[in-house]
């Protein structure tokens, strides 16, 4: 392994192989007991997309609070699954199976469109058009207002499902999808998130769903992969320690360079940049 790929390789604690029994059990008793620490938790909440990540950590999410409210006296627990549609959400079909198959204590829709649109007026007003690349972050934003909201009135936590393949390329809005109170799936790679979900035997259709932002209007469902210009396969396979393409290579680590800002919290004098995209290896 290359030096750099090794030294990421340590940082995501991917493992080459899994159990996806002992996976499912330790990351329902990571949230178990992070709530089981603090009176004031009483929820999950979590937007729920009708892709991957969202089915698997929605399923999660769900098995923990149903195990707590037989274990803790008084129970209550609650998990909040919020379909947040821009308006008719292209593939609204996966996300209602998807709500479907978890399960929820709560299921609520909230369409981000009124707001979102309001958001790129007002900046169009004040001189700031935004393109339809930078209206999907504002969407990913809106999204995050939203469950933060929630988590307040439902004495909540927001869940993120940020895992080592999307946070390895920084593929996620900042502050947007990026901005959550716990991230359960950190440690999974994309294929074994879809090993999880065919272990809890999630619908086939929402396990091998083609991963997609769906942030642009003018490029619908376009994929992640298509966006990155790297497979997934060579992102588990880099993050397994294996080796990838010199192509793949160069792809992932320009992106981990150039993202790597998103992995920090915001620099000061005396914490800066471990890497930039300008420096050589
Ligand atoms: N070197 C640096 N040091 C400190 N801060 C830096 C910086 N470079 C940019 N920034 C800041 O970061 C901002 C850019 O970051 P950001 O706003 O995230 O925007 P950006 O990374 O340009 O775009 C987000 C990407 O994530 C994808 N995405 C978003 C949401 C969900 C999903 C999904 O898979 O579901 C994917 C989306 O398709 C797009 O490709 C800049 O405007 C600037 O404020
Ligand atoms: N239309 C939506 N409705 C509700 N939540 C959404 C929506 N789009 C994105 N999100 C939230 O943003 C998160 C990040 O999106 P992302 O596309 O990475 O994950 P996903 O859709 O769950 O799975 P996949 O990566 O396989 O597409 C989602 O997990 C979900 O919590
Ligand atoms: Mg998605």
């Known amino acids: 392994m290359r030096p750099l790929q090794k030294e990421i390789v340590e940082q995501f604690n991917v493992k080459p192989e899994i159990d996806p029994a002992t996976e499912t059990r330790e990351i329902i008793d990571f949230m178990k007991d992070y709530v089981k620490n603090y009176t004031f938790i009483k929820?999950?909440?979590l937007g729920i997309s009708g892709g991957q990540d969202s089915t698997l950590l929605g399923k999660l999410a769900q098995m923990a609070v149903d195990e707590l409210n037989e274990e803790v006296e008084g129970g209550g627990y609650e998990f909040h699954a919020l379909r947040l549609p821009y308006g008719k959400q292209n593939d609204e079909q996966d996300a209602i199976d998807a709500v479907e198959y978890i399960q929820p204590t709560v299921s609520a829709t909230i369409d981000i469109q009124p707001n979102v649109n309001q958001s790129i007026a007002s900046l169009k007003e004040a001189g700031y058009e935004l393109t339809?690349?930078?209206?999907g972050n504002e969407k990913a934003r809106e999204r995050m207002k939203a469950q933060y909201a929630v988590a307040a009135v439902a004495d909540g936590v927001v869940l993120g499902t940020d895992h080592p393949a999307e946070a390895i390329t920084g593929f996620y809005?900042?502050?947007?999808?990026?901005?959550?109170?716990l991230v359960p799936l950190f440690g999974l790679n994309k294929r074994q998130g879809k090993m999880l979900l065919e272990y809890l035997e999630a619908p086939e259709h929402l396990a091998n769903k083609v991963p997609t932002a769906d942030l642009e209007d003018d490029k619908p469902m376009l994929s992640d992969e298509e966006a990155l210009g790297v497979s997934y396969k060579a992102?588990?396979?880099?993050?397994e320690g294996r080796e990838v393409s010199d192509e793949d290579y160069e792809t992932i680590i320009g992106w981990f360079k150039k993202t790597q800002h998103k992995r920090d919290l915001p620099y000061h004098r005396?914490?800066?940049?471990?890497?930039?995209?300008k420096q050589e290896e």
């Open 235 to 239: 992102i588990d396979d880099f993050l």
């Open 173 to 181: 809005t900042k502050f947007g999808d990026g901005a959550a109170d």
């Open 43 to 45: 929820s999950f909440v």
């Open 132 to 135: 339809d690349f930078l209206e």
């Open 270 to 277: 005396y914490n800066k940049p471990a890497y930039g995209d």
